[in-house]
């Protein structure tokens, strides 16, 4: 018998397996092991993810010079190579029709997306990127009225109405920076 669902094989799992292993390292909070790599996960962050599968992790903070009129966060994380890395991104300047996961990660974090539904939502639409690495870019909006398409088929009402929220959100907001 099989098990499938977050965390397994080929699914990205979520923030609370920070708590897999307690070895703080540098600046980040827990270490935990996926495909070889160890990624680093922080209880400080505004929004967490790594995946299992590439053994990349992002962890997003507002920066020091945050402000409204200055949107800059700070995404630090390990790659798929296991390499640490940190990238400043201005939400006002990100397209979410062609922008990286990393650049997502934020604006979603900006539109004040961070619960724990948001979360599966930002995983699946990476999984459904096909893409091979948080800094390739893709079509985030395209994949969120797809999921949302087939919310709506499911019968999956509080899917359907998640997802409408979350597209909303993200465009409320980049229209209004235009």
């Given amino acids: 018998m099989s098990v499938n669902g977050i965390g397994a094989a080929g699914y990205p799992a979520w923030q609370?397996?920070?708590?897999?292993?307690?070895?703080?390292?540098?600046?980040?909070?827990?270490?935990?092991?996926a495909t070889g790599n160890v990624v680093h996960i922080t209880p400080d962050a505004l929004f967490s993810i790594y995946d299992a599968k590439t053994g990349e992790s992002a962890?997003?903070?507002?920066?020091?010079?945050?402000?409204?009129?200055?949107?800059?966060?700070i995404v630090k994380g390990?790659?798929?190579?296991?390499?640490?890395?940190?990238?400043?991104?201005?939400v006002s300047k990100v397209n979410p029709n062609?922008?990286?996961?990393?650049?997502?990660?934020?604006l979603n974090a900006h539109t004040g997306n961070t619960s724990d539904s948001n979360f599966l939502s930002m995983a699946i639409m990476k999984d459904k990127s096909c893409t091979?690495?948080?800094?390739?870019?893709?079509?985030?909006?395209?994949?969120?009225?797809?999921?949302?398409?087939?919310?709506?088929?499911?019968?999956?009402?509080d899917g359907y109405l998640r997802y409408g929220k979350w597209i909303n959100d993200i465009l409320t907001f980049c229209k209004g920076k235009s």
Avoid at 16 to 33: I, T, Y
Avoid at 78 to 90: A, F
């Fill in 16 to 33: 609370g397996a920070r708590k897999a292993e307690n070895n703080a390292k540098g600046d980040f909070g827990a270490n935990v092991k």
């Fill in 59 to 73: 962890n997003v903070y507002r920066a020091d010079d945050y402000s409204e009129e200055n949107p800059l966060y």
């Fill in 132 to 157: 091979a690495s948080y800094h390739e870019k893709a079509d985030y909006m395209a994949m969120a009225h797809e999921l949302m398409n087939d919310m709506k088929t499911l019968g999956n009402w």
């Fill in 98 to 106: 062609s922008c990286s996961y990393t650049e997502m990660l934020a």
């Fill in 78 to 90: 390990m790659d798929k190579n296991g390499n640490e890395y940190e990238q400043t991104i201005d």
